[in-house]
């Protein structure tokens, strides 16, 4: 595709902290090659803001390769943008024509507060990993791993789910900001290897309770999220996640 | 197994939704399997049989309290999580992506649940007061006395208004099924790559078939339609 360049209008959420109430910024950039990427692109605005003297736009970011899942924006609506299976950092410049006007805010929940500008909290998920999204591991030297047979669409599945990078886009998406694209993402990707079977009853419901108490919604099953999630993580994962949450409880947790 | 936690949970709840709504699926398949008498030769007397044993069967009595409660359940705890639900964001888009990523409906459960609420409390006004409580004149077969039902529905339907109302009711309920049969099923946990291809046309059948049975009905009596019951032999 041919390489240009184009002049926009964006309209970006600007607050201060958690808590004073924000309102929306009009900024016109020019210029903008549909080479970069969308970080890029509010890199070359926040220069500018320096520069003036104002206040840059504060937003989260780390690997800008798309794994990390720090890059929390919603463009035009779409957390990460309109690209299918994309991050903000992969988004790149030629989704948009000259002339556009895009607005850019954050990921909106209560369970994820606005630290400032597009940056949210997203320790609540940290939480719900900490409640039980881990293995326990034998001391002693370390074992082989691939000594361990696994059915092979098995290990298919975990793989799949443990593509998830904890971005938070799912319940940025949701309209009832239900975190259970990720949750079930962390049980699908434990559940399914042996690895993980020890604490497999205790792991859903206590991540579940977690999940609860930080306050995100309920499912309503709308699958807003898959269809948002960077790494197209299948809700799939949400009916097993279900399944394990009512097996534990069923057999006596 | 602590099933108040379980119960209390958010995914006890759904599960609770879930199970509701596939009793309720199960009542309207017999609903309709009943009503289907309307729409063939010798209906009133077929039909009235049929509802006279609805309304003494004492198995289906019992049932029937069952239903209510399975009701009352469904639309009470259909409520509160769509408010528990509404109140997780505070802050609310400026932007949203609506039906690019979403099907409406499946947005929509609340309001076409509370359509079909208030179909439904019509629905009750017209035939099931009426049944329980009296006020049906009486009809004689083979010398024992019967409710009937099926002129109060020919006089009701008689009405173009209460036509229309019942023929959206059923909309209301397509659009509610639309949704509601895959959604139970995935929250039971019984979506999976296998049956997902399997479950999703069923829910679909299921969803256009049934609300387009029920909608046929006041529109058959309205008319004066009679499919006849030789021509049906014929037929199959
Ligand atoms: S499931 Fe997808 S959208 Fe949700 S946190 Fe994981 S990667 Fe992000
Ligand atoms: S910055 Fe790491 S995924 Fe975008």
Known sequence: MQHYSMNLTLKVWRQKNKNTAGSFETYPVQGISSEMSFLEMIDVLNERLIKEGGDPIAFDHDCREGICGMCSMVIDGRPHGPWKGTTTCQLHMRAFKDGDVITIEPFRANSFPVVKDLMVDRSAFDRVIQAGGYVSVNTGNAVDGNAIPIQKDKADHSFAAAACIGCGACVAACKNASAMLFVSAKISHLALLPQGGPERKQRVVSMITQMDKEGFGSCTNTYACEAECPKEISVLNIARLNREYLGANLSGN | ????KLFNSSIGKKIVMALTGIFLVVFLVVHCYVNANVFFSDAEENFNRAAHFMGTNLLIRVTEIGLFAGFILHIVQGY???????STRKSKYAVTAGNKTSKWYSRSMALLGTLILLFLIIHLAH?????????????????KSYHNLYLEM????AEPWVVIVYVLGC????????????????????????????????GFAFSFIIPLIFA?????????????TGALTLLF
């Open chain 2, 1 to 4: 197994m602590n099933s108040s």
């Open chain 2, 154 to 157: 020919k006089n009701i339907f």
């Open chain 2, 127 to 143: 035939f099931w007061v009426p049944s329980r409580f009296g006020g049906l004149t009486e009809i004689e077969y083979d010398g």
């Open chain 2, 80 to 86: 509160k999580l769509e408010l528990q639900n509404r």
């Open chain 2, 216 to 228: 046929l009905m006041p529109i058959f009596m309205h008319f004066d339609w009679v499919l006849n």
């Open chain 2, 171 to 202: 909309f209301s309920l397509g659009w509610h099924l639309l949704h509601g049969v895959q959604s139970a099923a995935q929250t039971m946990g019984w979506t999976s790559s296998n049956y997902l291809p399997l479950i999703k046309n069923i």
